[in-house]
């Protein structure tokens, strides 16, 4: 799949049936999956080469980020899926030249599918390559933002329910509340290691460009790619105080499991106890050795009250000790 935008915001869908050639005034070039007829059809407009799906899986800095004959090819790590339970990052490449800019993606980022409606609103026409650019690096660092305010919310929930519930009550139901609470930090603490992981790609792809395409990139522009740059490094520094506090909330939680558990050892503990004078009286006068008074009538209901007083006093001691 292909989409062009025009420097008067007009987003044209391609498709190989198409015969005529892509228009002169394109200002951003869309590869989604794009099979090798659609790359040809680019590249032969473009007049330079397009990186293919195995180089843009590179991980050495200068095979994601270099410039050949004026034009930046640019490859960064950008998050996808973020409102579906498995969120995943996914290489972009971006290419960018004075008069064009061209991304090739095997992933659908929210990003891209609103780009064409935001630019008809925030920029002003003609469009210009870098100013698409920018508005498309803002909407990837909106979208990690909100990303990050949902974590924040749900760790404040995770933090409410985790100290409401009491653990000295040994059920099913607040185990199964304190497993989900890891579940669902363990998919949190993914969350934000992938966005950790794309801001810091992002931000190298930014400092690349400013430092590459100051000569022809507009002035009045510089000033919001710097201020992006800042709220790449805030959202940073927030994700590193976010894994903090769930490194606590997973270490709390830990701890009330731990706590749950003893008290059900201290259950099963307690109740060997209770059980085990009962035990030595009746296994004492179960013995067939001729035992003081066992040949009388009231023997049997004797042993039965020394069972029944043996099993009584541990629990009043444990009580007045506060351990039942």
């Known amino acids: 799949m292909v989409r062009l935008l025009t420097q008067q915001g007009q ?44 180089e843009m899986q590179d991980i050495e800095e200068s095979s994601r980020l270099y410039t050949e004959k004026g034009t930046l090819y640019m490859t960064a790590w950008l998050p996808v899926g973020l409102d579906t339970p498995d969120p995943d990052n996914t290489s972009i490449s971006f290419v960018i030249a004075p008069d064009c800019l061209t991304t090739v993606r095997y992933a659908d980022p929210l990003s891209f599918r609103i780009l064409a409606d935001q630019a008809k609103r925030q ?29 924040e919310g749900d760790m404040k929930k995770i933090c409410r329910d985790i100290f409401r519930l009491d653990p000295h009550k040994a059920h099913a139901a607040v185990e199964k509340d304190l497993s989900d609470v890891v579940k669902l930090l363990g998919r949190r603490s993914a969350l934000v290691a992938n966005v950790r992981e794309s801001l810091l790609s992002i931000s190298r792809m930014l400092q690349y460009f400013l430092n590459n395409a100051a000569t022809w990139m507009r002035g009045d522009l510089a ?41 059900i050892i201290k259950i099963f503990t307690v109740a060997s106890v209770l059980f085990m004078p009962p035990t030595l009286i009746a296994s004492i006068y179960g013995m067939n050795v001729g035992l003081p008074a066992a040949n009388n009538g009231w023997a049997f209901a004797l042993v039965m009250v020394m069972i029944v007083l043996s099993a009584i006093l541990p629990i009043v001691y444990f009580k007045r000790k506060r351990l039942l």
């Open 123 to 151: 920029c002003t026409s003609p469009l210009t390559s870098d100013a698409v650019f920018l508005l498309l690096l803002e909407l990837i660092v909106a979208r990690i933002a909100d990303a990050l305010q949902q974590v």
């Open 223 to 263: 000033a919001q790619f710097r201020s992006v740059m800042r709220d790449i490094k805030s959202m940073d520094d927030y994700t590193n105080q976010q894994t903090q506090e769930m490194t606590f909330l997973l270490e709390s939680t830990l701890g009330l499991i731990n706590i749950q558990q003893n008290q």
């Open 11 to 54: 987003l044209i869908d391609w498709n190989d049936e198409k015969t005529h050639p892509f228009p002169d005034n394109i200002v951003f070039l869309d590869l989604l999956n794009p099979g090798r007829a659609e790359e040809i059809e680019a590249e032969k407009w473009l007049e330079y080469q397009l990186p293919t799906r195995e």
